[in-house]
C-alpha cells in the first residue's frame, strides 16, 4: 500500500498516535493492577500524556503537513481517507480552547466525585448542580467544534462519526414504537424461564471455560490477554497486543461468560485491523457503533443462540459436572434469553434493552436543545420509565443515577449501544446470506466463518470508509430497524411462543 | 518545604518525569503481562517517549530553568540538591548528540539479538564483533560528557554518581586480596552444607509465604504489589505504587523466597523516598549501590541470618509441613548459605559473589582503556576465573557470555553490585550500634525497627545529599571494604568453623 503522497503527515499522526497508545495502557493498568496507592500518581501521568498529545495533535506542524498532503494530485482512495480522519481528530483537538479543555477536566472531575457520592446516597441533588455545568461546558464545545444541525450533532460526531438527530430520529422512533407493545405480549406469554443455575461455580472454571470460547471464536491469545476488573472492557494497544478482562460473580456464570464473549466480539475488531495501516489515521476502528455491532452479535446473535449451546452445552456440562446435572438444552436456552422490563440498563436483556438508550438519548437531545433542565431529570427519567418498559425505580440510584457516563461528560455516547445492535443485526442477516450454513456451523462450534466475514467486511478496513459506507459495502443496504426489529420478532416470538 | 525559589525549575522537572514514569509502567508490563504479539508496538512506544522526555530534558527551557534557579540568591541546601541533580541529568542530555543516541541505540538492539544468539548456541564470535562496536560508541559517549580521570569514569558516573577507577580500585582491591583465601579456608573445613529442600514446593504456596515475609519487613502492599516475570526487578511509578516482581522455581523455594526479599529491599527505599520530595530532581534513589545495599542488606544479612531463621523457620514450616518435617534450625541456616565457587554471578553466594564483580569491572577498565580488546574477552574471563574462583567454565554461555548487561551497552554497571555489599555492611554495622537488640529483635520476627531506620537515614532523603555523604551521615565513615570483611569472616568463620 503507497502512502508516500501522505508520508509526512503519517509520521506525525504515529508520534501523536504512540503516545495516546502509552496513555491507553497506564488506564488499562489503572483498571487492573494499581495500587490503591498509585492513584494520584496515575491520574497524573495520564494527563500529562494527554497534554502531549493533545499538543502533537493540535500543533503547526501536524496542520502543515495535513494542508500539504491535501494539496498532493493523485491521491489513492486510502491516502485520501487518511487526510480525511486526520483532519477531523486535528480540527476538534484545535478548534476547543485549551483553558475549556482543563476547565471541562476540572468540572468533570468534580461530577465523578459527586456522582459516586449521589449514587452511594441515592440523592440527585449532590450531582445536579454538577451535571449543569458540565452541560453548559458541553454546549460550548459544540459552538467551538460546529456543526450543521443541532448541537446535540456535534457530540454525537465524536463517538458515531457522522451520526445527526436527523439520521437517528426515525431509527429510535422505529424501535420506540415496535418495543412496547413486544414486551407486552412477551408479559402475557404463559412461559417462563426456568432456573438452571445453581449453587457456586468456581472462579477459575469460569474464567477457564470462557478462556476456551474466546478462543474458539477466534481470539489470538498471543495477540491479547484477559485481566480481572470490576466494569469489564476490552482496549487495544496494537492489533498485536488486544486486552480483555472481565469479573466473575461466582452464583452467576453468565456474568463472565457473556461478558467475556461481548469484550471478545470487541477485541476480534481490534486484532483486525489490516496490519498495513496500522499507526496510521484510518488504523482504528470507525465508530463506537460498529465496535458494539461486534460486541453484542457475538455476545446475543451468537452467544444467545440455540445453535450455539446446541454445541457449547455439552462443553460447559465438562467443566461444571455438577453444577449443571440434568440442565436441558431449551430450559438452558430459555434461561440466557429472559426478558423482562427492568431498571438497569447494562443488565437488560435484548428486547428492552434499547428502550434504555431511548430513555437517555430523548433526555440528551432536549438537555442540548435546552427543552429540560437538569433539575427536571429524576421526574422525567421515571416518567419516561413508565411509559417505556412500565416500570418506575424506586431509588435515583437504580434510576437516572445509575450510569457513571454523564458524570464524565460522556454525552451522545449511549446511541452507541443502539447502534450496535441495529449495525449487529443487519450485517447479521447479510453473513447468514454469504456464508453458507451458518447457523448450522455455529451449531457445531464452528465460529471461525463469521470471524472471517467479519474481519474482511468490518475488522480490516479500519477507517478506510465511514460508518455507512461501511455497512454499504457489507450488506448493500443503509442502516435501518427492520434487521433488529425482524430479528427480535422471530426469535422472542418462538421462545415466548407468541 | 519551601521549594519557590526554584519553582519553576521543579515544574519542568516534573514534566519530564511524568513521562519516563510512564515509560516505566509500559516497561514493567512488558516483563510481565505482555503477549508476544505486542513486543514490536510496545519498544516502539517506548522509544517515543524516550524520545519525548530527551527534548524535555535537554530542552531549551529546561535549561533556562535552570540558570534562572542556580542565580537566585539564599537557596536553602534542599534547593541545591534540586539545582545539582537537575544540571547533572540535562547536561548529560544536551552533551550526547541526538544522532549518537540514535547510534548507540541501534547498536544495543542489534547487540541484544546478537548476544541471545551467541548465548544460546554458546558462540562468542556471533556477539565479538557487535560488542566491539558497542565498546567504540561509549568511548564516544565518554568524549562527549566528559571525565577528569579515564574514560569509564563516565559510565561509572552514570549508575554510581561520583563513582571513579580512583575510588573503587582500593576497594575492589581490598575484595580481591581477603577473599579468595577465605573461599580456600571454606573449600577445606569438613563441615558441609546438608541438603533441606527435597520434593515439589507448590507455586501458590511460595508466593503465599514470601508474600508475609514481605509484608513482615514492612513493605505496603496498598503502595505496591507482587507480579511475575522470568527475570525479577523492582520498579517504581511513584512511592505510592512499587512494583516487586519475582520467579518461582517449584524444587527451590529459595529463588522465589529470597528473590522476594531482595526485590522488597529496593521496594522498601522506593516507598520511603519523602513524599514532600517526590516529582523533583531528588525525589529519587540516590544511586544504583546505595539502591543495592537495601536489596542485599534485607537478603543476605537479615533473610540469611540464624536470627531471622530461628523465628521464620516455624513460619515457613506451617506452610510447607510435609516439605520441610524435621528440618533443623542448624542444617537449614547452613543450606541457605552453602558456600562454594561457582560459573554464573547471579547465583552466586555471598561471599564468592564480590569475586565476580571484581572480575567484570577489570575486564571493563581494560577495554576502555584500550588495553584489551574484545575478542581477547573468552580467554582473559577464564584465566581471570581460574585465578579469582579457582575454576574454569567449560562453556562460554556460563562464562564471558553469562551476563546480558554488555549487550545493552550497560558498562559501570555491574560495580554498583559490589558496591552494594559494601554499602549494606557498613549500615548494618551502625544500625546494630543504633537500634537496641536489633538481631535479637530480628529474632523475634521484628523486622520493621531496621525499616523505620534505613527509612530515616536512608531512603527519605533521595539525593538530597550524594551517596558518600549519605554514607557519612548515617555511618561517620568513608566507605570501606573492613566492614564487609568483618561481616563474612565472622558470619563464614562460624558456620564453617574456621
Redesign the interface.
Known amino acids: 500500500m503507497s502512502t508516500e503522497r501522505v508520508k509526512d503527515l503519517v509520521v506525525r499522526w504515529g508520534?501523536y498516535e504512540?503516545?495516546t497508545?502509552?496513555?491507553m495502557?497506564?488506564e488499562w493498568?489503572q483498571e487492573t493492577?494499581?495500587?490503591?496507592?498509585?492513584?494520584?500518581?496515575?491520574s497524573?501521568?495520564i494527563s500529562?500524556?494527554a497534554g502531549?498529545a493533545h499538543e502533537k495533535l493540535a500543533s503547526r506542524n501536524f496542520g502543515a503537513a495535513l494542508k500539504s498532503a491535501e494539496k498532493r494530485k493523485g491521491l489513492t482512495p486510502k491516502e485520501r481517507a487518511m487526510i480525511r480522519e486526520a483532519r477531523r481528530e486535528h480540527l476538534r483537538a484545535v478548534r476547543i480552547p485549551e483553558a475549556l479543555v482543563r476547565e471541562i477536566a476540572k468540572a468533570e472531575s468534580r461530577g465523578l466525585m459527586a456522582w459516586r457520592k449521589a449514587y452511594s446516597t441515592n440523592n440527585w441533588r449532590i450531582f445536579a448542580g454538577n451535571l449543569a455545568e458540565i452541560v453548559r461546558l458541553k454546549k460550548r464545545v459544540a459552538d467551538c467544534v460546529g456543526y450543521k444541525g443541532v448541537a446535540y450533532d456535534a457530540h454525537l460526531d465524536v463517538f458515531e462519526p457522522g451520526a445527526t438527530v436527523q439520521q437517528l430520529d426515525p431509527l429510535l422512533e422505529g424501535i420506540k414504537e415496535a418495543t412496547p407493545p413486544l414486551v407486552r405480549r412477551i408479559a402475557r406469554s404463559k412461559r417462563k424461564a426456568p432456573k438452571v443455575f445453581r449453587g457456586r461455580f468456581a472462579h477459575a472454571k469460569q474464567l477457564e471455560f470462557g478462556r476456551k470460547v474466546v478462543e474458539e471464536m477466534g481470539f489470538?491469545?498471543?495477540?491479547?490477554?484477559i485481566?480481572l476488573t470490576t466494569h469489564p472492557f476490552c482496549t487495544s494497544?496494537?492489533?498485536?497486543?488486544v486486552r480483555l478482562t472481565t469479573r466473575v460473580v461466582e452464583d452467576d456464570p453468565r456474568v463472565c461468560l457473556f461478558g467475556l464473549i461481548h469484550e471478545a466480539g470487541h477485541g476480534l475488531y481490534e486484532q483486525g485491523i489490516d496490519r498495513a495501516i496500522v499507526?496510521t489515521p484510518v488504523g482504528h476502528p470507525v465508530s463506537l457503533g460498529i465496535h458494539e455491532s461486534q460486541s453484542r452479535m457475538w455476545e446475543n446473535v451468537v452467544g444467545r443462540s440455540r445453535e450455539f449451546w446446541s454445541h457449547y452445552l455439552p462443553e460447559i456440562k465438562k467443566t461444571f459436572p455438577d453444577e449443571l446435572r440434568g440442565a436441558k438444552l431449551d430450559d438452558f436456552y430459555f434461561a440466557v434469553n429472559e426478558v423482562t422490563p427492568s431498571f438497569v440498563r447494562t443488565e437488560a436483556d435484548e428486547v428492552t434493552y434499547n428502550l434504555h438508550v431511548v430513555l437517555r438519548y430523548e433526555i440528551e437531545k432536549d438537555l442540548f436543545a435546552g427543552k429540560i433542565k437538569t433539575s427536571e431529570l429524576p421526574a422525567i427519567w421515571n416518567a419516561k420509565m413508565k411509559q417505556l418498559l412500565g416500570i418506575v425505580p424506586k431509588t435515583h440510584s437504580e434510576g437516572v443515577l445509575q450510569d457513571i457516563h454523564w458524570s464524565m461528560g460522556l454525552f451522545g455516547y449511549f446511541p452507541t449501544y443502539f447502534l450496535g445492535n441495529l449495525y449487529g443485526a443487519q450485517l447479521w442477516e447479510t453473513a447468514q446470506k454469504d456464508i453458507p450454513r451458518l447457523t448450522a456451523r455455529i451449531g457445531k462450534g464452528q465460529l471461525l466463518p463469521l470471524r472471517d466475514w467479519l474481519r474482511k467486511h468490518v475488522h480490516a478496513p479500519g477507517r478506510t470508509y465511514p460508518a455507512n459506507e461501511l455497512l454499504r459495502r457489507a450488506t448493500g443496504e443503509t442502516l435501518s430497524s427492520q434487521p433488529f426489529l425482524r430479528y427480535v420478532e422471530s426469535k422472542f416470538g418462538e421462545l415466548y411462543a407468541l
Open positions: 508520534e504512540d503516545v497508545r502509552a496513555s495502557i497506564l493498568d493492577y494499581l495500587p490503591q496507592g498509585g492513584a494520584e500518581a496515575r497524573t501521568h500529562a500524556l502531549i489470538d491469545f498471543t495477540k491479547g490477554r485481566d494497544f496494537d492489533p498485536g497486543d499507526r
